[in-house]
């Protein structure tokens, strides 16, 4: 079994900036990419970063030159630094360990429990 403990949350300003972490656990041998999503009320997960297990990294446009994502190989874990913040940046955030591969048995995808990160004045 595998486990994503995600950082907290919180409120922050307009403008501000905050930083979430990710950190796997468990039976893993290598994980393709770890990503984060964003959910707000009523609405589906959205992609909002990934990373590569080589390094290579995406991003949605509403995020693009505010939000940077980078990880930890060692352990297994991935960070997003997000700078410039909205009110629109509001929602839970969402791990995600795409294609974990484990000693035994078939490699799965892994979910964490999700952080709220509240932006307003």
């Known amino acids: 079994q595998v486990q994503l403990v995600e950082s907290e949350g919180g409120l922050v300003q307009p403008g501000g900036s905050l930083r979430l972490s990710c950190s796997a656990s468990?039976?893993?041998?290598?994980?393709?990419?770890m990503e984060w999503y964003r959910r707000t009320p009523g609405a589906l997960r959205v992609l909002v970063a990934s990373?590569?297990?080589?390094?290579?990294?995406s991003y949605s446009d509403p995020v693009k030159g505010r939000f940077t994502i980078h990880k930890d190989n060692a352990n297994n874990t991935v960070y997003l630094q997000m700078d410039n913040l909205q009110p629109e940046d509001t929602a839970v955030y969402y791990c995600?360990?795409?294609?974990?591969?484990?000693?035994?048995?078939?490699?799965?995808?892994?979910w964490g429990r999700g952080t709220q990160v509240t932006v307003s004045s």
């Open positions: 995600h360990a795409d294609k974990v591969v484990p000693r035994q048995g078939a490699p799965g995808d892994y």
């Open positions: 468990g039976d893993i041998v290598s994980i393709h990419a």
């Open positions: 990373i590569t297990h080589h390094g290579y990294t």
